[in-house]
């Protein structure tokens, strides 16, 4: 498969899990994209033409990981959630969950882009695309003025940031991270 030619969308995503591989094996200082061209066996060039720069690909791959965190954090509350109460727990588990099983990758790209001295920009992107989630997830079931929504959502934001980075640093477990942000975001949300 690794030569062969692929539809854009399904080179990009095997770029993306070669470049995984690499970050999980060696860390994130031994990315670059004629290492992923490499690994996934096509030119340096399509590497290129998909990232352009290493940045690039640190963006995207971060990205990468991040959708998929959150089509399953959609299909849980899908599932699981018919209220603000159910709902809740939902999030407050995926979003700590996502910070245990992102693990030293996470971290290593994490550390890459902000030596990159783009990390302000693209965390500010981050919080953005976690405020959307939060509002699409409780829309159902709580409706904010305009001005108090994306205030209300970094808040919760913030909070299960400090919780799961307390529960990564074993400071708090994971099962008291969750129910401590599950309390926090019914405290602001039940309003």
Known sequence: MAGRRLPRDQRRTQLLEAAAGIVRDEGADALTLARVA????????????????????LKALYRHFDAHRIDATLADLEQHADSLGAAVPVLAAAYVDCAFESGPEFTSITAALAATGTQHAFGHELRES??????????PYKAFSAKDEKGVMLGLIGAADALAQEAISGRISRKAAIAALTRIMLSVLER
Do not use: I
């Open 38 to 57: 490499e690994r996934a066996g096509v030119s340096k060039p399509v590497a290129y033409e998909h990232f352009e720069t290493r940045t690039g690909l």
């Open 130 to 139: 976690y405020t959307e989630l939060f509002c699409r997830a409780l829309a």
